[in-house]
């Protein structure tokens, strides 16, 4: 069973802050590793994709891979409380099977106090 | 350009009816793909369609479920008969590009009671 695991929080970070959300997962062939926001009662809406080994910066998000560690995280920098919400880490694309399907894990509620 | 629509927005069945959900995919996606959360639980994953093919419905949780896409355009996931643990958020979404780095971009779900 393929499965993609995150602390559930909630994390509590004062604002100006940096957050730090973490991911890892169990299917070694995964290609490609997305971070989600969802604010309650919303659709799960993209921030972040990322699919080499290393570093990825979109503004105030970036998001790491290491897949020898089958590890994926995403820093906040400079936390505003427009960024409470839950992350959903969600990985695509292991050898054999569907390899259009996104697997979720449970999402980590980050709380950002002004 | 329009979103992924979904619905309705919300929907309170008994045990027993059937509903039926509907989803909306951006303009020109040809792959659409439904997922289902439970409460407490993570988003799973039911089935995908190219077009108006099923790529893949190894998501699906028992033959109650009932998914179509006639034209490749909407879709529509039957539930018949609903149970107590069909309760939950169904979400749908559609990318252009099946494999590799697509975006799905997700519809704003449809939260279904069964009573």
Known sequence: QKEVEQNSGPLSVPEGAIASLNCT?????????FWYRQYSGKSPELIMS???NGDKEDGRFTAQLNKASQYVSLLIRDSQPSDSATYLCAVKGGYGGSQGNLIFGKGTKLSVKP | EAG?????????IEKGQTVTL???PISGHDNLYWYRRVMGKEIKFLLHFVKESKQDESGM????????RTGGT???????PA???DSGVYFCASSQIAGGP??????PGTRLTVL
């Open chain 2, 61 to 68: 949780p028992n033959n109650r479920f009932l998914a179509e």
């Open chain 1, 25 to 33: 997962y169990s299917d070694r062939g995964s290609q490609s590793f």
């Open chain 2, 83 to 85: 149970e107590l643990e």
């Open chain 2, 102 to 107: 697509d975006t799905q971009y997700f519809g």
């Open chain 2, 4 to 12: 992924v629509t979904q619905f309705p927005s919300h929907s309170v």
């Open chain 2, 74 to 80: 909407y879709s529509t996931l039957k539930v018949q």
């Open chain 1, 50 to 52: 990322i699919y080499s």
């Open chain 2, 22 to 24: 509907r989803c909306d």
